[in-house]
């Protein structure tokens, strides 16, 4: 009986230790795509304003599609954005 929980124990405690370490990742995973999300809106918003001083009407819009695409990929994000916005144009 004793053996039975002791082994319990174990099982539980490592249980414990995997589900921390995974609930950590996914709060750095969540939190890095909300810090990509708002540093490509910036992005966003400074490239529409470089683009119109320039006189080109490209303007990508700022909307929850366009910061989750940001967020989730980054600057490959901004590109493909700003990349079907060249596509449009043509």
Same mark, same amino acid.
């Given at each position: 009986?004793?053996?039975?929980?002791?082994?319990? #124990? !174990?099982?539980?405690?490592?249980?414990?230790?995997?589900?921390?370490?995974?609930?950590?990742?996914? !709060?750095?995973?969540?939190?890095?795509?909300?810090?990509?999300? #708002?540093?490509?809106?910036?992005?966003?918003?400074? !490239?529409?304003?470089?683009?119109?001083?320039?006189? $080109?009407?490209?303007?990508?819009? $700022?909307?929850?599609?366009?910061?989750?695409?940001?967020?989730?990929?980054? !600057?490959?994000?901004?590109?493909?954005?700003?990349?079907?916005?060249?596509?449009?144009?043509?």
């Amino acid at each position: 009986m004793e053996q039975n929980m002791g082994t319990m #124990v !174990i099982v539980l405690t490592c249980a414990a230790v995997l589900l921390m370490g995974a609930v950590r990742r996914k !709060i750095e995973w969540l939190l890095n795509v909300v810090m990509r999300s #708002v540093l490509g809106t910036i992005a966003i918003y400074f !490239i529409n304003s470089m683009l119109a001083a320039m006189g $080109i009407s490209l303007g990508v819009g $700022i909307n929850i599609v366009t910061i989750l695409t940001s967020g989730i990929l980054g !600057i490959p994000g901004l590109l493909v954005l700003y990349g079907i916005g060249i596509y449009q144009m043509l």
